[in-house]
């Protein structure tokens, strides 16, 4: 779901919420289009996917995935925050960090229970993260080159909980099954 919001002298303000998906792409530097109308958001209106909270259709089933999954989201959230509210950018890398640093963490310890388990789909899992943290190193090299756009929050935030969804809905459902089966026999 995407929210429109209004940025105004007090910061972002919730304006109204779509009822239903629509299509986001770029159009140019500063619009996009939403279903068929183009909002121009260079000035003062901006969307924002809303999609960007843990829920339980997520649920591995394996209780310290789910919880280091959840504390992906938050990480996550909070570096959104930091560049919607607009931040320093030492802060804005600092939220980076912490979510890099949670994300390296999980993917090892993700990793290493699919080998000590013998999973079979470990190298699908491996190739996708490596994908996950190659957008991390994007949004770094992003950050640290460039100044911090509406467009670029707005992209960056669909394409990184786009892919946590559905790598959480696909690859780790199906590790997380594959564990409690393992577990049963």
């Not at 009822?19 to 792409?25: L, P």
């Not at 591995?60 to 280091?68: A, E, Y």
Request: with cysteine; proline share 1%; aromatic share 6%.
């Amino acid at each position: 779901m995407y929210e429109v919001l209004k940025k105004d002298e007090r910061g972002l303000i919730n304006n109204k919420i779509a009822s239903s998906m629509v299509k986001f792409t770029h159009e140019d530097n500063d619009s996009v289009i939403m279903d068929i109308s183009r909002i121009n958001i260079s000035g003062e209106v901006l969307m924002h996917f809303m999609n960007s909270n843990w829920d339980a259709v997520l649920s591995t089933g394996v209780d310290n995935i789910d919880r280091q999954h959840q504390e992906l989201f938050r990480l996550i959230n909070n570096l959104v925050s930091a560049m919607n509210e607009e931040k320093s950018k030492v802060e804005i890398i600092k939220a980076l960090d912490s979510l890099e640093e949670h994300a390296i963490r999980h993917i090892n310890e993700e990793e290493a229970i699919q080998k000590e388990n013998n999973y079979p789909g470990l190298e699908i899992q491996q190739m996708q993260h490596e994908e996950f943290k190659e957008c991390l190193r994007d949004i770094r090299s992003f950050l640290e080159t460039r100044e911090i756009s509406t467009l670029f929050i707005i992209h960056m935030q669909q394409k990184i909980f786009k892919w946590c969804r559905k790598h959480m809905l696909n690859a780790d459902k199906d590790l997380g099954e594959f564990l409690i089966s393992s577990r049963r026999n």
